[in-house]
């Protein structure tokens, strides 16, 4: 008779962690509640207007928390509650996706690694303060650099969960 | 892994950000109840498949998500260059 070895992890225990997780040189964390928005137009002016805020005009630059993702596209990471006009009637979308997405935060020196793992960027020549959509093994993903060795990663909320695994099994393995 | 210069983002970004959209710069036909079945055979089904020079679209999917164009060897895989969609053919 063959024995069956025993799953290391049942499906039960594969739940989104609370806690943040600390790692040798890296620690994974929540970003808590955040207010998102995408914002899209052909007129980058028109839409800043609307907004009231400025726009970074370059792909992958930031600005007072809005990241430039494409051409036409803007992404706004503001603090939980932080209302938008919408520009109604106009030719510019602003729309609230707040619970779209889960904000995760790797921290420290091992940080890179641990990102690096699964996403083909080369991140080490990412600047402090650029943001980029790309992506994490097949999970797409948001990178913010906020500082040397902090990383913002935006994620689809039903990829967080094993975002979340992936990262924690990377921080075992990372040095 | 292959790198590909995006565009629009004016950057080398890895080939898995990429998806491919086939043969560049096939017009859709202005009046489609004018076609025949030949033409509509041509126009759907009919591709140049170069053994070299290619023109094909991309789009940056898991980037800035816009499609553009780009010269790549089919021999050799290398892309001669990228190009904004709308631009003239390279």
């Known amino acids: ?175 | 892994m292959l790198l590909i210069h995006c565009p629009y983002c004016e950057e080398a970004r890895p080939e898995v950000e990429f998806a491919y959209g086939g043969e560049a710069h096939i017009a859709r036909p202005v009046d489609p109840s004018t076609y025949s079945d030949e033409q509509w055979e041509e126009f759907l089904y009919i591709r140049s498949n170069p053994r070299g020079r290619h023109h094909e679209r991309w789009r940056h999917a898991h980037g800035c998500g816009r499609f553009f164009n780009a010269v790549r060897d089919t021999v050799t895989d290398v892309f001669e260059t990228t190009y904004k969609a709308g631009e003239a053919r390279k």
Do not use: N
């Not at chain 1, 989104?16 to 002016?45: C, F, I, M, N, W």
């Not at chain 1, 970074?56 to 928390?65: L, R, V």
């Not at chain 1, 994490?136 to 979340?164: D, K, M, N, P, Y």
């Open chain 1, 1 to 175: 008779m063959v024995e069956i070895a025993e799953i290391a992890v049942s499906a039960a225990e594969l739940k989104l962690g609370t806690e943040p997780v600390q790692g040798d040189g890296v620690r994974l964390a929540h970003a808590g509640p955040k207010a998102r928005y995408s914002l899209r137009a052909r007129d980058a002016k028109a839409l800043a207007d609307v907004i009231g805020r400025a726009l970074p005009g370059k792909i992958g630059d930031t600005e007072g928390a809005i990241a430039c993702l494409g051409p036409d596209e803007w992404y706004a990471l503001l603090p939980a509650g932080t209302e938008m006009p919408r520009g109604e009637g106009l030719a510019v979308s602003v729309v609230d996706v707040s619970s779209r997405a889960l904000g995760l935060v790797l921290e420290g020196p091992g940080a890179l690694a641990v990102l690096s793992s699964g996403c083909p960027l080369d991140l080490a020549k990412m600047g402090v303060g650029r943001a980029t959509r790309t992506v994490f093994e097949t999970v797409e993903i948001q990178v913010w650099r906020e500082g040397e060795e902090r990383w913002h990663v935006e994620v689809w909320r039903s990829f967080a969960t094993w975002l979340w695994h992936a990262f924690v099994a990377a921080m075992h393995g990372a040095k």
